[in-house]
């Protein structure tokens, strides 16, 4: 369910994509995932499968962080073009 818009939130989430440790933390993740995905054996169907799901997850958090920040966005222009909308 969408979330109504929150400048605060907006805020939060802009920080967030910003932080030094977050980045770093998913960029981390995302290699270890990938590296175990490429290092499993073709029979270990799974892990594979776990660690794909893994990846779309992080995937998906990034996501909708960013999505926050772009709403936030969107609705300032929107308010800025079209006050009385």
């Known amino acids: 369910m969408p979330q109504p818009y929150d400048a605060r939130r907006e805020a939060e989430a802009t ?5 030094d440790l977050f980045i770093e933390s998913f960029t981390v993740l995302k ?7 490429t ?6 169907l799974e892990a594979r ?3 794909w ?3 779309r997850l ?8 960013t999505s926050i920040v772009e709403t936030g966005h969107m609705n300032k222009v929107l308010e800025e073009q079209h006050p009385f909308i």
């Not at 920080?15 to 932080?19: A, D, I, P, S, Y």
């Not at 290092?39 to 270990?44: A, F, L, T, V, Y």
């Open 53 to 55: 799901l893994a990846m």
């Open 58 to 65: 992080l995937d998906r958090i990034e996501n909708h962080i």
């Open 39 to 44: 290092q499993s054996g073709s029979d270990e």
């Open 31 to 37: 290699e270890d995932l990938m590296g175990r995905w």
């Open 15 to 19: 920080l967030l994509l910003k932080n």
């Open 49 to 51: 499968e776990s660690i």
